[in-house]
């Protein structure tokens, strides 16, 4: 139980015991699952920074796998779509870098999307 919710559950404790104890009860689990996302979340964003510096050291078809994963576990990835695309324009692969810029512009945000839209438009 955190510090707060021990010194509100004693302000509480001028209102309806039970009641106060089931709210507060309630506010632990909230802020304890509020914890987990977040550490879930910090777990993700380092597999994704260790997936993107492997894949611009590996080969290209590894680096596709790579960059792939990357876009499994966040999707709005700019680097990966990037990395990407520029694989599958070394590899004349016109096909492939038109569809991973499309898909790209339909997942990030900002002003990455018009950089990206004209990209596609180049090789349209």
């Known amino acids: 139980m955190s510090e707060n919710n021990k010194s509100n559950r004693e302000f509480g404790s001028n209102f309806d015991k039970d009641e106060a104890n089931e709210i507060f009860d309630k506010l632990d689990k909230i802020n304890s699952?509020?914890?987990k996302k977040v550490?879930?979340?910090i777990a993700s964003i380092k597999d994704v920074t260790e997936l993107l510096k492997e894949a611009k050291n590996a080969d290209e078809s590894k680096a596709i796998e790579?960059?792939?994963k990357v876009l499994v576990i966040m999707p709005e990835n700019l680097e990966a779509y990037i990395g990407l695309a520029d694989i599958y324009r070394k590899q004349d692969d016109r096909e492939s870098e038109r569809?991973?810029?499309k898909k790209a512009i339909q997942n990030v945000d900002g002003s990455?999307?018009?950089d990206l839209m004209k990209?596609?438009?180049?090789i349209s």
């Open 66 to 68: 790579l960059y792939k």
């Open 39 to 41: 550490d879930k979340n």
């Open 99 to 101: 569809d991973i810029l």
């Open 119 to 122: 990209r596609l438009k180049e």
């Open 112 to 114: 990455s999307k018009n």
């Open 33 to 35: 699952d509020d914890s």
